[in-house]
């Protein structure tokens, strides 16, 4: 690589590790990144989509920096540069994500709505479901309000590829999959076309999961 685009490559680790910093810090103040919990990524564009750049594992998810991102093969989760920060441990399933959808951001929280339901939906031997129907919310998830939808929740292995492996398999197989996913007893997975998007998608989950956990649909 060139001075240049060395400076260049540079530049823009710095503006997208400040965006998901920025991300970062709202979503905290929500508390829905309790404690050091939660992750964020955004995969690169031009010369360099097939990088993303994802949030150091255990940092407080209110005080992130630029210098708090690591940068990864979007789609394996491999770190880049050695001596960056240790990548989140739940790397694998952004790089699943991105592996099996069109997605450029991914976001995982703890957000208490969406929590519950991961709970409350899961088997925790195996892949179940949390359908969501008739909600206009679902609007914002790019479906249909009259469609009826399972939103997976995988088991909460302990061994985070296994979560990854089988998060990848049912993307690769399902049509009209949601953009989210839910981990049981743990948090959710969204993802879009960019950060903004991701957000607005989260927002509707958590939306739904609250009229779900409070005993509407
Ligand atoms: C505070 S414990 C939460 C973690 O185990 C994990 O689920 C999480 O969301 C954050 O992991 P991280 O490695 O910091 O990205
Ligand atoms: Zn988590």
Redesign the pocket.
């Known amino acids: 690589m060139t001075v240049a685009q060395n400076v260049s490559q540079s530049a823009r680790y710095e503006a997208e590790g400040a965006e998901l910093a920025r991300f970062s810090r709202l979503f905290y103040e929500r508390g829905w ?7 964020l990524s955004v995969r690169l564009s031009g010369d360099t989509a097939d990088i993303a750049l ?6 407080d ?1 209110g005080e992130l920096t630029p210098g708090d991102m690591v940068a990864v093969q979007a789609e394996t989760g491999d770190v880049l540069h050695s001596g960056a920060p ?6 694998s399933i952004h790089a699943a994500v991105y592996r099996t959808t069109q997605a450029r951001a991914v976001i ?3 957000s208490p709505y969406a929590t519950v339901m991961a709970c409350r939906a899961a088997d925790r031997e195996r892949l179940s479901t949390l359908v969501f129907t008739r909600f206009e919310l679902l609007k914002g998830l790019g479906l249909d309000a009259a469609e009826r939808t399972a939103v997976p929740v995988f088991p909460n292995w302990p061994h985070v590829p296994r979560i990854a492996d089988e998060v990848a398999g049912h993307l690769s197989r399902g049509d009209r999959c949601p953009p989210g996913l839910l ?1 049981a007893d ?2 959710i997975t969204v993802w879009g076309s960019d950060l903004a998007q991701a957000r607005n998608r989260l927002e509707c989950f958590e939306a739904i999961c609250r009229l779900l956990a409070i005993g509407v649909g």
């Open positions: 990144m309790p404690g050091t919990s939660g992750n994802i949030t150091a594992s255990g940092r998810k240790r990548a989140s441990a739940e790397t995982h929280v703890h981990i743990h948090g």
